[in-house]
């Protein structure tokens, strides 16, 4: 059994032995932001493609059988939770190497915090096991499209066919549709997205106010001053799977969030009253 920074250090050699410094992760095309910028996923199969390889069964668990809930008071795109309760949500793009995932989720679940993972279908396509990973940890598990293209300015049968694409992943992975839908590329869904979600079974668009901007490499400090000089109850946090900066971020971050008192907990803990 290692110590506790013995098994960081793993973790660390884990990602590094899986080439993804900054430099692996660019080459490996696994760059990808959320928010409007950088392109993302390579194009992978058309979204109207039935998912490769054979199903694997799910293990039922509360998690799993979650569907979208409509949050009464809420608006269509949430972008934070309730002001006055000391709890905030960590949501992560997810993409990119398993170990960098695996990595961030270990870190997560050592820091008591359970988080929110948006999955591209492409990344799930490729990892499904991904999917059990998560919601065996107790997070939450969601819709970020099935390319992570730009969304927004997309035909709206080609954007439908991108959110039901990742849809039908989930589903088959996990009996669920997932419990989120968050737009690739932009921080906000036009009004045709936000109906097109609805379409889709997503209640509601999910959002962030607060922007770790990790994805562009700028070093776990930065992380972490970009979080925690922003963040408040009721926050949710733009976060992504994919780069080291982010593990090494979480554990400092994550004990700054508990200096201050704020639980990190699922969106959908988040916006429960
Ligand atoms: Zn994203």
Request: aromatic share 4%; with cysteine; hydrophobic share 40%.
């Amino acid at each position: 059994m290692l110590s506790l920074p013995g098994r960081r250090a793993a973790l660390r050699s884990a990602v590094r032995a899986a080439g993804l410094g900054v430099a692996g992760a660019a080459a490996a095309g696994l760059t990808a932001a959320c928010g409007p910028g950088r392109p993302a996923a390579p194009p992978a199969a058309p979204p109207s493609a039935p998912p490769p390889g054979p199903a694997r069964p799910a293990r039922p668990s509360r998690a799993a059988a979650a569907v979208p809930r409509r949050f009464a008071g809420q608006p269509v795109e949430i972008g934070h939770g309730p002001r006055n309760r000391p709890e905030v949500a960590l949501t992560f793009h997810g993409n990119g190497e398993p170990a960098i995932a695996r990595a961030v989720l270990a870190e997560a679940e050592r820091g008591g915090a359970r988080v929110t993972v948006l999955a591209i279908g492409a990344w799930l396509d490729a990892h499904p096991d991904m999917a059990r990973r998560i919601l065996d940890g107790g997070h939450e598990l969601g819709n970020h499209t099935q390319r992570h293209l730009a969304i927004n300015g997309m035909p709206e049968a080609e954007a439908y066919a991108e959110i039901t694409g990742c849809a039908q992943r989930l589903k088959r992975l996990t009996g669920s549709i997932g419990t989120w839908f968050r737009p690739s590329q932009t921080q906000y869904a036009t009004p045709l997205v936000r109906t097109l979600a609805q379409r889709a079974g997503y209640p509601h668009v999910l959002s962030y106010d607060v922007d770790s901007l990790d994805f562009t490499s700028p070093g776990a400090a930065a992380v972490i001053r970009n979080v925690t000089g922003t963040i408040r109850p009721g926050s949710v946090v733009s976060l992504h799977f994919g780069y080291a900066d982010t593990v090494d971020a979480m554990p400092p971050l994550l004990e700054e969030l508990a200096r201050r008192k704020l639980r990190a907990v699922t969106t959908t803990e988040l916006l429960t009253t």
